[in-house]
């Protein structure tokens, strides 16, 4: 058995170290094969500004990526809706683990539900896509632009700044928080960013052993689900502020939903088809299509933008 450790490069926030920390350990229990975490600072780390200004596209990503490619790291670990559509030279999708639950969450502090907010609350979010679909449960609320992890985003809650925040439960579990949960939101209520909940292993192309190793990392019916939503979006080259949600489940069969919405909640276009889960890709194409020939390319960021992500720590 080989007792030299691989190098797992991982963003340094709360939520990376720790979904990092539990790929490793499941390489190790899986292997025997020891890992060392290294943190990298990403512009989307170190930046304050909204992820809309900018520019959304691997804002998260690209430090990582070059970490890998320079050999200063073995691999990466990504959220995985945090990584853009298109083709990365040099790099390979090693593993889609095990997708953690894909639903968005509400936190309002006294355990009250979106329902019973007062009119006009105000509702903290960095995701363009959850503040669309919050106004079309509730026109009257106001989305309010936060970013940063999962304690800054919280702290905002505590402060009397928002009246509710809207972050990830796939991030909350991870941090041990998901007790602060007020509302799950299940995916007919508010559809989750392609690849919600996934994380994404990559690897250098040129490391064919590294790559097989990692392969014991992937979950074939998680790479098929999120291969299905994160095509769709590669279809509508949505932009990096574009409200585009997109969920796949199934066994077998997958059944692939999808909502493209306008920013101010005040239209929205619906499309869902199911298919073979080995021909996911197909299914995004088929959906994307749909949503493209009854007018998405007339919502702003769609159809330009090549990426959309929420730009959220708790992912």
Request: with cysteine.
């Given at each position: 058995?080989?007792?030299?450790?691989?190098?797992?490069?991982?963003?340094?926030?709360?939520?990376?170290?720790?979904?990092?920390?539990?790929?490793?350990?499941?390489?190790?229990?899986?292997?025997?094969?020891?890992?060392?975490?290294?943190?990298?600072?990403?512009?989307?780390?170190?930046?304050?500004?909204?992820?809309t200004q900018l520019g959304g596209t691997g804002v998260f990503v690209?430090?990582?990526?070059?970490?890998?490619?320079?050999?200063?790291?073995?691999?990466?670990?990504?959220?995985?809706?945090?990584?853009?559509?298109?083709?990365?030279?040099?790099?390979?999708?090693?593993?889609?683990?095990?997708?953690?639950?894909?639903?968005?969450?509400?936190?309002?502090?006294?355990?009250?539900?979106?329902?019973?907010?007062?009119?006009?609350?105000?509702?903290?979010?960095?995701?363009?896509?959850?503040?669309?679909?919050?106004?079309?449960?509730?026109?009257?609320?106001?989305?309010?632009?936060?970013?940063?992890?999962?304690?800054?985003?919280?702290?905002?809650?505590?402060?009397?700044?928002v009246d509710a925040v809207v972050l990830a439960v796939a991030g909350?579990?991870?941090?041990?928080?998901?007790?602060?949960?007020?509302?799950?939101?299940?995916?007919?209520?508010?559809?989750?960013?392609?690849?919600?909940?996934?994380?994404?292993?990559?690897?250098?192309?040129?490391?064919?052993?590294?790559?097989?190793?990692?392969?014991?990392?992937?979950?074939?019916?998680?790479?098929?689900?999120?291969?299905?939503?994160?095509?769709?979006?590669?279809?509508?080259?949505?932009?990096?502020?574009?409200?585009?949600?997109?969920?796949?489940?199934?066994?077998?069969?997958?059944?692939?939903?999808?909502?493209?919405?306008?920013?101010?909640?005040?239209?929205?276009?619906?499309?869902?088809?199911?298919?073979?889960?080995?021909?996911?890709?197909?299914?995004?194409?088929?959906?994307?299509?749909?949503?493209?020939?009854?007018?998405?390319?007339?919502?702003?960021?769609?159809?330009?933008?090549g990426h959309q992500s929420d730009g959220d720590d708790v992912k």
């Open positions: 058995m080989n007792d030299q450790p691989v190098r797992l490069g991982t963003r340094r926030s709360p939520m990376a170290m720790a979904q990092s920390q539990g790929i490793a350990d499941l390489l190790t229990a899986r292997t025997g094969r020891p890992v060392e975490l290294v943190g990298i600072a990403t512009h989307g780390d170190v930046s304050t500004a909204h992820l690209s430090a990582l990526r070059e970490a890998v490619l320079d050999g200063q790291v073995d691999f990466a670990v990504h959220s995985l809706k945090d990584l853009p559509t298109g083709a990365a030279p040099g790099l390979t999708l090693a593993a889609v683990p095990a997708r953690d639950d894909p639903r968005d969450a509400l936190v309002t502090g006294s355990g009250a539900k979106l329902a019973d907010l007062p009119r006009a609350a105000r509702i903290g979010t960095g995701s363009p896509r959850r503040a669309a679909q919050l106004l079309l449960l509730r026109p009257d609320l106001r989305p309010v632009p936060i970013r940063g992890n999962a304690g800054t985003r919280l702290g905002k809650l505590d402060s009397g700044e909350l579990a991870r941090l041990g928080l998901l007790d602060l949960v007020s509302q799950y939101f299940e995916p007919d209520e508010m559809l989750p960013a392609p690849g919600q909940g996934a994380l994404a292993v990559e690897c250098a192309t040129d490391r064919p052993d590294l790559a097989t190793l990692l392969a014991v990392l992937d979950d074939p019916a998680s790479r098929a689900a999120t291969g299905a939503e994160r095509s769709l979006l590669a279809a509508l080259e949505a932009g990096c502020s574009a409200p585009v949600g997109a969920y796949a489940a199934g066994a077998g069969t997958l059944r692939l939903a999808a909502i493209v919405a306008a920013a101010d909640g005040g239209a929205a276009l619906r499309a869902s088809a199911a298919g073979p889960a080995d021909q996911a890709e197909s299914l995004g194409r088929q959906v994307a299509a749909d949503l493209l020939g009854r007018g998405a390319a007339s919502y702003p960021d769609v159809s330009g933008g």
